[in-house]
């Protein structure tokens, strides 16, 4: 059985920092490029950081200098660092599992709440 358990949201500061994790079991990690995604009330979800097949790191533009991917392929985990949160930064983000060759295995967490606000 597959599960993607995200942990680590909730309130944060504007200007301030979170920091998300991910944990995957029931795949082998290292065959799977992982990445968050985040959906806003009554918006599209949308990709928010990832690793590409090769490692590299995409991200969307409004975050790229304020959050950082990293994943640890030895705790089956990946990270995502959220500094200078801004009110546009709420929403749920999501964990994403896609499989590096059979590009349309993917598998999704259950979603983790972020709420910037003073």
């Known amino acids: 059985q597959v599960q993607l358990v995200e942990s680590g949201g909730g309130l944060g500061q504007p200007g301030g920092s979170l920091r998300l994790s991910c944990a995957a079991s029931g795949i082998i990690f290292n065959d799977y490029a992982m990445g968050w995604y985040r959906q806003a009330l009554g918006k599209q979800r949308e990709l928010v950081a990832a690793f590409t097949n090769s490692g590299n790191t995409n991200y969307e533009g409004s975050v790229k200098g304020r959050f950082t991917i990293s994943r640890d392929d030895a705790k089956n985990t990946v990270t995502l660092q959220l500094n200078s949160l801004g009110p546009e930064d709420t929403a749920v983000y999501y964990c994403?599992?896609?499989?590096?060759?059979?590009?349309?295995?993917?598998?999704w967490g259950q979603g983790i709440q972020v709420t910037v606000s003073s």
């Open positions: 994403n599992a896609r499989h590096r060759l059979f590009g349309t295995l993917i598998y």
